[in-house]
T-cell receptor
């Protein structure tokens, strides 16, 4: 069954608008990771969140890990066309090293 | 660097034909290695993972198999391909950089079974 729920599946925004994708797990996580896959490319690691309530920023990207360590979000401020791609969360339940459960991804389209 | 080499980049194979996809990695020794499949427009499905030579764990029963004959070599195989085997196959390793753990993916093989 679906281990990690990620919404929305698709998001279309105009350049300059903000974007958020959400990831939810039914179980408490050891950590959560985020990956970006450009069209035609392979997933690339963005960040790992480990601590309850953790917030990390990378330029216009803000990543949050929930207090209960069951949910996470990625927010992009003022999207640019270079942000186009699919964003995946990957949940680590801490059972087996490297055994992550990927969300289905949010495909972001940015209109110029 | 934790570089991953995958080949070929694209492959078109007829139904019933065999398959062999090879992945070789550079970087630290004894990496955890993974094979993922991504159907068109879909998420990532873990197929196999390996924590060492000749140690393979299967996540999904199917007509695919994996082998790890050397520390830095991970092979995905099939004796007879099905149409449903079409997809984007990604090899990955899981490593720590400082205190941060994460996957490094290869550039993938796009397989079309016709």
């Amino acid at each position: 069954g679906q281990q990690v729920m990620q919404i929305p599946q698709y998001q279309h925004v105009q350049e300059g608008e903000d974007f958020t994708t959400y990831c939810n797990s039914s179980t408490t996580l050891s950590n959560i990771q985020w990956y970006k896959q450009r069209p035609g490319g392979h997933p690339v690691f963005l960040i790992q969140l480990v601590k309850s309530g953790e917030v990390k920023k990378q330029k216009r990207l803000t990543f949050q890990f929930g207090e209960a360590k069951k949910n996470s979000s990625l927010h992009i401020t003022a999207t640019q066309t270079t942000d186009v791609g699919t964003y995946f969360c990957a949940a680590d339940r801490g059972s087996t090293l490297g055994r992550l459960y990927f969300g289905r991804g949010t495909q972001l389209t940015v209109w110029p | 660097s934790q570089t991953i080499h995958q080949w070929p980049a694209t492959l078109v194979q007829p139904v019933g034909s065999p398959l062999s996809l090879e992945c070789t990695v550079e970087g630290t020794s004894n990496p955890n290695l993974y094979w993922y499949r991504q159907a068109a427009g879909r998420g990532l499905q873990l197929l196999f993972y390996s924590i060492g030579i000749d140690q393979i764990s299967s996540e999904v029963p199917q007509n695919l198999s994996a082998s790890r004959p050397q520390d830095r070599q991970f092979i995905l195989s099939s004796k007879k391909l099905l149409l449903s085997d079409s997809g984007f196959y990604l090899c990955a390793r899981y490593d720590r950089t400082g205190v941060i753990w994460g996957y490094t993916f290869g550039s993938g093989t796009r397989l079309t079974v016709v």
